[in-house]
């Protein structure tokens, strides 16, 4: 069993997620081979913005990976199979930052963005193909991330994972088993407090 691929072998797009379970539940290590160079990078990627350290994240994802083989047998299949992967992920960086009892590193993102839509620092900057344009907006994007894992934790998810990551209001509650209700209210309190935390750096955005 490999846990995280470094040959980045291409995934076959024809085979299910639910047929992939299947041939892992009957042993078939090539299939769970498969999911993990299908979500590695996206389990990396939601540790490391919900951590903001990559040594972190990478152990979480290693962690997260073994939780999903080891659980793969009793996985009912009543939410999505990224919806289950992703909840596995979050509860390990709450534990981690709990064990750590600290915010967040801030640190620079290498690759932010994703296949789950246009990152939030993009949102929020309006960069320029000239050089002045493209230090501002990294000026931006800093100050953004800064804010980002400055914020309460429970503020801090929602955002990652709707702003960021793409996922529903009906997703994210589940993930976080709570009602759609809380995750859109927390949504709101979360983005009044990403504007309360860039007010020191109001400047970058005018």
Known sequence: MRLFSSAGRDDPGGISDADMIARCRRG????????????????????????????????????????????????????ALTTWVYRI????????????????????????TDEGGEPLIDRLSDQSDEPE???????????????VYRMKSHHRDVLVLYDLEGFSYNEIADM???????VKSRLNRARLALAKELEQDRHLFQ
């Open 89 to 112: 992920v979050h509860n390990l960086c709450l534990d981690e930052m709990k064990k750590k009892r600290r915010r967040p590193q801030i640190v620079t993102d290498p690759a932010d």
């Open 28 to 79: 078939d290590r090539d299939a769970f081979d498969l999911l993990v160079d299908r979500y590695q990078s996206k389990v990396y990627n939601l540790a490391y913005r919900l951590l903001g350290d990559p040594d972190e994240a990478s152990d979480v994802a290693q962690e997260a990976f073994l939780r999903i083989y080891r659980g793969l047998q009793s996985f009912q299949g009543g939410s």
């Open 176 to 182: 976080l088993k709570t009602n759609v209700g809380t």
């Open 133 to 147: 344009g493209q230090i501002l907006g990294d000026e931006r994007a800093a100050a953004v991330r800064a804010a």
